[in-house]
């Protein structure tokens, strides 16, 4: 009789199991907003951390599998330095696809042995920038391309809530992010050296919400 009470018991927590899964929501993509600080490295500074500049943005991230997934994302910043006749204040704005890829399964299947809530991961990809420049012949807006590339950390909050933490170091395929002609190239570095162009470094928190619900694949999942 002992026996089939805890036989029965097993059966009970194994169907209270079943049914705590089959109830678990997949969601195709994420969608939110990023808040954080910059700095930027170039003609008027090569020092990290130098003249942080408050950073905002929006991403969209859709999840390709549970490894790979597809983000786009913006930033609106500015970078800061020099001094006197190159002081400057220069407005960007950031626009980067990236593809990335989590050292775990970033998902909330416990039958699934490398699945995880949360996980670091990288990401690369390619971007634009929209900045300012001012020179003899006045201010215009100007459009350069850009290879970002970073690292984060996600975790899954609950059934929708995502928290992020990202840091992005993007290479411009320019030396105009300073917004003035006095520090393009100023020290003759460039040449046919792509990496002494600017960069800037955004580091951020997002948080993002989890939309366009998906079928889930707990029942097919075969081990």
Request: charged content about 15%; hydrophobic content about 35%.
């Amino acid at each position: 009789m002992k026996s089939k009470i805890i036989s029965a018991f097993h059966v009970f927590l194994m169907l209270i199991f079943a049914a705590n899964t089959i109830a678990q929501t997949d969601y195709n993509a994420e969608i939110g907003v990023s808040v954080g600080g910059s700095y930027y490295l170039g003609d008027a500074t090569n020092k990290p951390f130098t003249n942080i500049q408050p950073d905002f943005g929006l991403i969209y991230r859709h999840k390709l599998t549970p490894r790979y997934a597809l983000s786009v994302q913006w930033d609106n910043t500015k970078v800061k330095g020099g001094n006197g006749t190159t002081a400057f204040e220069n407005v960007v704005n950031e626009f980067n696809v990236m593809g990335e890829y989590n050292f775990f399964d970033h998902e909330d299947k416990v039958y699934k042995p490398n699945s995880r809530k949360h996980t670091f991961y990288i990401a690369a990809g390619v971007g634009g920038m929209l900045i300012p420049y001012t020179n003899s012949e006045g201010t215009n807006t100007e459009f350069h391309f850009s290879y970002p590339m970073g690292i984060g950390y996600k975790i899954m909050w609950g059934q929708r809530l995502n928290i992020n933490f990202i840091w992005t170091h993007t290479l411009l395929l320019t030396d105009k992010m300073e917004g003035i002609s006095a520090l393009n190239n100023n020290s003759g570095l460039n040449g046919s050296n792509l990496f002494n162009n600017d960069w800037i470094s955004n580091f951020k928190i997002a948080i993002t919400l989890n939309i366009w619900k998906k079928q889930c694949d707990c029942l097919q999942y075969n081990r």
